[in-house]
């Protein structure tokens, strides 16, 4: 069974920009946690269209990577992370 989220109409109303933009209204965007550069897949059902957020647009550099998982504790050294790499690369 899916469950949908209702929302007031007045709230769920989107803008067309003069660039062919949609524009979503900033409740909408928090509500859903929505953020400049984020993606959403546009589908056609029999009811309508359909907007379903893709996740934070895809980076194209590794550097803007760092620190995304949010690790709090403190640096582990390689060693530690995979100790059959460096035993095998020691008995070489």
Do not use: C, N, W
């Not at 803008?15 to 959403?40: E, N, W, Y």
């Amino acid at each position: 069974m899916v469950s949908r989220l209702v929302v007031a109409l007045e709230d769920a109303l989107l803008t067309l920009s003069p660039k062919s933009q949609l524009v979503i209204p900033a409740r909408l965007r928090h509500l859903f946690g929505l953020r400049a550069g984020d993606r959403l897949a546009l589908t056609l059902e029999s009811d309508g269209l359909h907007l379903v957020p893709q996740g934070p647009a895809k980076s194209s550099s590794a550097h803007a990577l760092i620190g995304a998982a949010h690790y709090g504790g403190e640096p582990v050294p390689l060693e530690r992370m995979d100790p059959a790499l460096y035993a095998a690369k020691g008995t070489r």
